[in-house]
């Protein structure tokens, strides 16, 4: 993050004094170790930011890694909504590898420290990763509107989803260029800027101060607002659609059972000896097709609304900084400095939130996840967790042939 004020009034030593005094041999080191030591060197409470970062980095690049090899791996979970999962954590490992490092020492040097080219290149990679997962999950949430909505109108297939990933690389990649044309590399102190790059900052030229506000409001509203709102408006339908008993056929079969389980009892016991008809069993699949349904969207809803809550941070503050122009003149600097430098951090935290929520809300992922952790480290306790793990798929499996039995006697009552 760039200086907001100029460095005499940073470092205490006043410009006019330097100029009208001769400077001793020694006076430009001896200045560059003051910087370093009383300003850039990391405070106290920076090093517990480092320490985030570097939890974030690790957690980001593991959980992603992880995430890629069990689609990898598993034929069966080579879904279209696993397709895009995958294209997201390759956003992610690609924002966590190249950009975090570098906006890590940025955020605690308060200095670019690696040249003109990289100055162009990293912004924009960040922001392609943005564009990515934003497209991302607009595509994910018009897949599973389509599917739970409206299926009759569009097949979504493996194939498809390659394409779609394809096309939002190459439109992220297109649309982001201007970033990389407007970032330049510049030093606050131009007389050392061949002994040093401290004090150099990464920041972004205009011709006009009319471009940035079009530049930046454009880039909210398409990378942010708009998505969201669409986003939102999808999952609210598939929301209704699949706990507000809107499947023909589905809950309202069974709730019309369950509201009068007195007068099927004769019938259940006749159900249980025999073998339940076709129709029944059509709707067995239909109930485990709504379940899986609803465990997905809950994921993807969750999903969607830790990336709302990250990003939005940065998404503000960038507005009022590069729209309104705030911050330039600010009197309290530190603490606008903690503002962006969470809101850096939260975007990239982010990246590490996605791989814990499919561990938590996706059983098959889950299971991946085990099973690379249990090849990596053997030593776990592997007699136990197996004999546990039979236990739990023996009382699985108990539990579901029970309710296959409740459910198929209740739909062979309720059906002709």
Known sequence: MEPSATPGAQTGVPAGSRQASPRPPDYEDEFLRYLWRDYLYPKQYEWVLIAAYVAVFLVALVGNTLVCLAVWRNHHMRTVTNYFIV??????????????????????????????????????LQAVSVSVVVLTLSSIALDRWYAICHPLLFKSTARRARGSILGIWAVSLAVMVPQAAVMECSSVLPELANRTRLLSVCDERWADDLYPKIYHSCFFIVTYLAPLGLMAMAYFQIFRKLWGRQIPGTTSALVRNWKRPSDQLDDQGQGLSSEPQPRARAFLAEVKQMRARRKTAKMLMVVLLVFALCYLPISVLNVLKRVFGMF????DREAIYACFTFSHWL??????????????????????????????????????????????????????????????????????
Do not use: M
């Not at 966590?96 to 570098?102: D, E, F, G, V, Y």
């Not at 330039?328 to 009197?331: D, K, L, Y």
């Open 328 to 331: 330039r003149q600010a009197s």
């Open 87 to 124: 294209n997201l954590s390759l956003a992610d490992v690609l924002v966590t590898a190249i950009c975090l490092p570098a906006s890590l020492l940025v955020d605690i040097t308060e200095s670019w420290l690696f040249g003109h080219a990289l100055c162009k290149v990293i912004p924009y």
């Open 347 to 416: 975007v990239y935290a982010n990246s590490a939130a996605n791989p814990i929520i499919y561990n938590f809300l996706s059983g098959k992922f889950r299971e991946q996840f085990k099973a690379a952790f249990s090849c990596c480290l053997p030593g776990l306790g592997p007699r136990s967790s197996a004999s546990h793990k039979s236990l739990s798929l023996q009382s699985r499996c108990s539990v579901s042939k029970v309710s296959e039995h409740v459910v198929l006697t209740s739909v062979t009552t309720v059906l002709p």
